[in-house]
């Protein structure tokens, strides 16, 4: 009998997320446990937040205070590093990710083996080492934390700004919207029948039901962290 064909599942993120760093990481433990094919594909969140005339919950004063108290609950429960940084507001609508995100999207068009691993280190700057995630050195640092070449890195810094990579960035942003999405991360699981958008770090046990999987939890066994 010939193996089951793998179903694609496709996570638009945006390093600006805490929410997205938990679901990035679950996706990740679990890509070569579950029977899917994984693509990450990297959207600027401020032009879905635009395009779908959507509100940062932050900006609920209650939300917001219940948000940080909940961070650290869910850091625990996926276990991801996570610490918020000094200013958050400074860093997530001060400085923003566009910069970060056009670099994560010019290395993901140069070498797509290396995207997980640099989404990972921009994630551990902004949200556990309190970091910047913007400047050029700061692009090189995480570059050559997630084993990119000098080249690599330099190249990726120059892509940056081309079109065809702002292009890229802007197409992953509309399709996520061609999906109804309207905020960070949003998952797309491509079945038989239609594919089903997910949102937020919470819905894998729907997740594993419509790929026909079993969830084990955020770290499932004989993962290693």
Not at 95 to 123: C, H, N, P, Y
Not at 166 to 194: V, Y
Not at 210 to 216: D, N, R, Y
Request: charged share 25%; with cysteine; proline share 6%.
């Amino acid at each position: 009998m010939s193996a089951q064909m793998k179903k694609t599942v496709e996570l638009f993120y945006d390093v600006v997320s805490p929410y997205t760093w938990f679901a990035f990481e679950v996706l990740c433990r679990y890509q070569h446990r579950w029977n899917m094919n994984l693509r990450l594909k990297p959207v600027f969140l401020g032009g879905i937040m635009k395009g779908a005339d959507n509100q940062p919950p932050a900006m609920v004063p209650n939300r917001g205070l219940y948000m940080r108290k909940e961070l650290k609950l869910l850091a625990k429960y996926f276990q991801v590093p996570l610490i918020e940084p000094a200013n958050t507001a400074e860093m997530m609508f001060v400085k923003g990710t566009l910069k970060t995100q056009r670099f994560i999207t010019a290395v993901d068009m140069m070498d797509s083996t290396k995207t997980e691993e640099l989404s990972r280190q921009m994630w551990h700057r902004n949200w556990s080492r309190d970091e910047d995630i913007t400047e050029p050195e700061s692009l090189k640092q995480a570059g050559k934390r997630a084993g990119l070449s000098n080249a690599q890195i330099n190249q990726g810094l120059e892509d940056m700004q081309s079109s065809k990579v702002k292009d890229r960035l802007k197409q992953f942003t509309d399709e996520a919207l061609n999906h109804w999405a309207f905020g960070s991360p949003t998952i797309i699981a491509h079945t038989s029948d239609s594919p089903v958008m997910l949102f937020g770090s919470d819905r894998f046990p729907i997740l594993a039901q419509v790929l026909g999987e079993k969830w084990e939890g955020p770290i499932p066994g004989g993962c290693k962290l």
